[in-house]
């Protein structure tokens, strides 16, 4: 008498047509999103040729991309033009991944009339599906690291803590919350940076997906509720995390709701032992060449922003522009210094991490990246929309500060600065923790 499992195993597996489109689909637009669209692309982990690849790779859909939105959607300024921001959800954002989603479903086409008589992609699955685990393990490990040394969300700035409430946005509000606690935040990095480490390995990447997903839902939420404009990204990230549980689903919800057990992952092919090998190398540079290099420096910003807190340079604190010149051939004009949005800045804040926040006269602040030598007298600074440029350091006195342009005296820019007072105590900040609390404090 035959042993119904082997009989049952013995017997052909038939995916429904709907599956196998479905499959077809949701394969072509992962992989290009995968690959192509710069956000959660492994081709980070290739030393130094790493990033050209994945420009070169994200050219087909960015380029005609700015072409539709100039075209088709007559986008004018910045908005029509590809450039860096902080921002995932510009219009040219929008338009290039619909282009991926029309490209994912001819080639989802394509594959159902090419490839009508195959009943089954179980082994394609399996591959598919190892992929995307990997994907996404090195993005929450990137971003879990950013919080473990809490770097995303660093605490209140200066620029933040001497603006009214209600001229602060919604993602200001978030940012600020959650750095205010770095207790909260690391918590929120070792969720995030659990679900990394347990997502490549196929024992545990079920615990890893439900971790990633649980966290992922979290972050789609502050985006969509907060307007943080990472809504796409997030959203992506939230799809390939499903993907990922998507055999498991039906297992899990029998066990949950009628207390029944069964198999998971029985919609892929068994793993081969060159699979397993394959499986091996590719874990091992994803966590060497990925969560390893990641957290040696996170580590370093981490401790270096530690040192400027304990120690600011003397020019910390908020900065007023009072005036804004620049000098072509030893003639000086007036000319300010402008934002990313073509505004002139009014006030710099240096604050003790070491970075600047910018503000313009629309209040909008600009982040900045700068650094500055106290002992050579130099200063650089770069944000989105100005190049990096290096000044030399003049002070006069403890209130004013002269920023040079470093180079041709007859050619470059100068800002003259004057301090603005503030206070020396936040409530905000040296507020603490009280477990024990006679009444609600507020303010």
Sequence with gaps: MSDPATTADAEPIHW????????????????????????????????????????WLAKPFWRPAQ????????????????????????????????????????????????????TEYRTLFRWFSFVLRLAISYDMLAYGLSKVFPLQMTPPSLAVLNEPVGNTSPMIMLWTLIGLSPVYEIICGIVEVCAGLLLPFRRTALLGALLAALSMGNVVLYNFCF???????????????????????????????????????????PVTPLGRRIEAICIAALLILGAGVMAYQDG???????????????????????????????????????????????????????????????????????????????????????????????????????????????????????RVPLPQHYPLLDRGFHLINEWPFER
């Design 227 to 269: 307007d943080v404009p990472v809504k796409l990204y997030a959203v992506h990230l939230m799809l390939l995390t499903l993907v990922v549980l998507a055999p498991d689903l039906g297992p899990l919800f029998n066990f949950l709701l009628h207390r029944r057990t069964s198999s998971h992952g029985e919609g892929m092919a």
């Design 300 to 418: 370093e910003v981490y401790a270096q922003q530690r040192e400027n807190r304990l120690h600011p340079p003397s020019i910390t604190g908020q900065w007023h522009i009072d005036s804004a010149e620049i000098t072509v051939n030893g003639i000086s004009t007036p000319h300010p210094l402008l934002s990313g949005g073509g505004l002139p800045i009014t006030d710099i804040f240096f604050e003790p991490t070491g970075h600047a926040n910018l503000r313009a006269t629309d209040r909008v602040l600009w982040r900045a990246r700068t650094k500055y030598d106290e002992t050579k007298h130099t200063f650089w600074m770069t944000w989105v929309g100005q190049g990096p440029a290096d000044y030399n350091v003049s002070q006069p006195d403890p209130s004013h500060l002269v920023l040079a342009s470093a180079g041709d005296v007859k050619n470059g820019y100068i800002l003259h600065l004057t």
């Design 16 to 55: 429904t047509p709907l599956t196998r489109i479905a499959f077809r689909l949701v394969f072509c637009y992962c992989l290009l999103y995968v690959f192509c669209c710069g956000n959660v692309t492994l081709w980070k982990l290739i030393p130094f040729a790493g990033e050209t690849v994945e420009a």
């Design 67 to 118: 072409w539709l939105g100039q075209h088709l959607f007559h986008l004018q300024g910045v908005s029509a033009l590809l450039h860096q921001s902080g921002s995932g959800d510009k219009p040219l954002d929008w338009i290039a991944f619909g282009l991926m989603l029309i490209v994912a479903v001819v080639a989802a086409l394509v594959w159902t009339v090419l490839d009508r008589n195959r």
